[in-house]
């Protein structure tokens, strides 16, 4: 399977606890982006990657969130200290430098909170 | 302020009958358009794009969608739906000018039903 994956689809995990998850994007695709969806609405941005470097980050990600690319391949989203506002779908895309590329996605994490 | 509406919340249709999902943004340019769908518990598939050209864009799944610059909008449509079109759809757009282009801005979402 060459897509975007990610692991774990599912974490439960009790709040205050620090969670992290992986993405590992198309092998050839060097930008990277994190997206959380939360519960009937459309996916937001939170970071994006191009090779290692951390080029963007939305005021969504608070200082609790941390994300990490460090070879330019695959990359890490941890929170820290979760919340039960972090209970959401975590979505990890990749795309090439080309112009009209599109992103392709992975299949998410779903983080629930207790 | 950059938006993208998806008007329609909810819509139930018949199997055989026709689709159309509604997509409205404000920009300050025109921008990279795309719909997605996304099933139950997974990722997001991409089912068309836009970034030039023919305002007529064909995608997979016989859906096809047209731009429509002065109505700032890009409307998605299915001639005749089957019941495995059940599910989510999204569109988002994505700004051309920016290095960063390749982030995309969603709407809220459209879920699909579909009768027997």
């Known amino acids: 399977d060459t897509g975007v994956s990610q692991d774990p689809r599912h974490k439960i995990t009790k709040r205050g606890q620090n969670v992290t998850f992986r993405c590992d994007p198309i092998?050839?695709?060097?930008?990277l982006y994190w997206y959380r969806q939360t519960l009937g609405q459309g996916p937001e941005f939170l970071t994006y990657f191009q090779n290692e470097a951390q080029l963007e980050k939305s005021r969504l990600l608070s200082d609790r969130f941390s994300a990490e690319r460090p070879k330019g391949s695959f990359s890490t989203l941890e929170i820290q200290r979760t919340e039960q506002g972090d209970s959401a779908m975590y979505l990890c895309a990749s795309r090439t430098d080309r112009v009209h590329t599109e992103a392709f996605f992975g299949q998410g994490t779903r983080l629930t909170v207790v | 302020a950059q938006s993208v509406t998806q008007p329609d919340i909810h819509i139930t249709v018949s199997e055989g009958a026709s689709l159309e999902l509604r997509c409205n943004y404000s920009?300050?340019?025109?921008?990279?358009l795309f719909w997605y769908v996304q099933s139950p518990g997974q990722g997001l598939q991409l089912l068309l794009k836009?970034?030039?050209?023919?305002?007529l864009v064909q995608g997979i799944k016989g859906f096809e969608a047209e731009f429509k610059r002065s109505q700032s909008s890009f409307n998605l449509r299915k001639p005749s739906v089957h019941w495995s079109d059940a599910a989510e759809y999204f569109c988002?757009?994505?700004?051309?000018?920016?290095?960063?282009?390749?982030?995309?801005?969603f709407g809220a979402g459209t879920q699909v039903v579909v009768t027997p």
């Open positions: 988002a757009v994505g700004a051309r000018l920016t290095d960063s282009w390749g982030k995309l801005q």
């Open positions: 920009y300050g340019a025109t921008p990279y």
């Open positions: 836009y970034f030039s050209g023919d305002t």
């Open positions: 092998s050839e695709h060097n930008r």
